[in-house]
Structures are given as C-alpha cells and as structure tokens.
Nanobody, 122 residues
Framework: QVQLVESGGGLVQAGGSLRLSCAASTTAFSININTMAWYRQAPGKQRELVADITSGGSTNYADSVKGRFTISRDNTKNTLYLQMNSLKPEDTAVYYC??????????????WGQGTQVTVSS
C-alpha cells in the first residue's frame, strides 16, 4: 500500500558525508505517516535503529550517531532524509527506511524500503 524508495547511498572515505533520501508513495486516496525512521544492518549483525522522527518533528538517535547524523522529513513531499557527517568505517551497512501510519483514514501500514548500501573506507 505504501512504497518506500531510498537513494543516496554509496562509497565514501572516513570523515566524509552522505545524504540519504526516502520517498514514500501510495495509490491510496489518503495517507497519514506518523513515525519515519532509518535502520541499518551490517554484515553478520542485527538490524538496528539509527534515528527516527515523528510527524511533529521530534527526533531520536542511536548513541553511536548522535552529533554526526541528522534526520529530517518533508511532510509535504512524504520524504525522509538522513544527513550523515563524519562517517566512520563502522557506519558501513545497508540502510533501510521505515514508515508507519495509516492509509484510507483507518488502515494501518508499516512499510520498509529496499535498502541502500553505505560503505565507508578507512
């Protein structure tokens, strides 16, 4: 019902920056996105929350990215962003976008993007 498409991943040297985007789309006549989030999964590790943001703009960050990453969203475009600065090799992972909310006024959804690879070289 709700499709999420990420973009902006790539290869960057340690200390560099990347900006991820996640665009949400739907064929439903109405959509109300509550919380949007970025997760990441490194090889051999569990998926972990990087940051999330409510529709009102309240944010939450993993301790490992505080002060380096900034999550934001454009509610008019149903788009989520993650500005990643001072990247470290340990930030290397597949980054996934997640969104929860309602379509058709009352139908809940919880959608994931396909993931985008971020690789930080030392």
């Amino acid at each position: 019902q709700v499709q999420l498409v990420e973009s902006g991943g790539g290869l960057v040297q340690a200390g560099g920056s990347l900006r991820l985007s996640c665009a949400a789309s739907t064929t439903a006549f109405s959509i109300n996105i509550n919380t949007m989030a970025w997760y990441r999964q490194a090889p051999g590790k569990q998926r972990e929350l990087v940051a999330d943001i409510t529709s009102g703009g309240s944010t939450n960050y993993a301790d490992s990215v505080k002060g380096r990453f900034t999550i934001s969203r454009d509610n008019t475009k149903n788009t989520l962003y993650l500005q990643m600065n001072s990247l470290k090799p340990e930030d290397t992972a597949v980054y996934y976008c997640n969104a929860v909310g309602k379509v058709y006024v009352a139908r809940d959804f919880n959608s994931w993007g396909q993931g985008t690879q971020v690789t930080v070289s030392s």
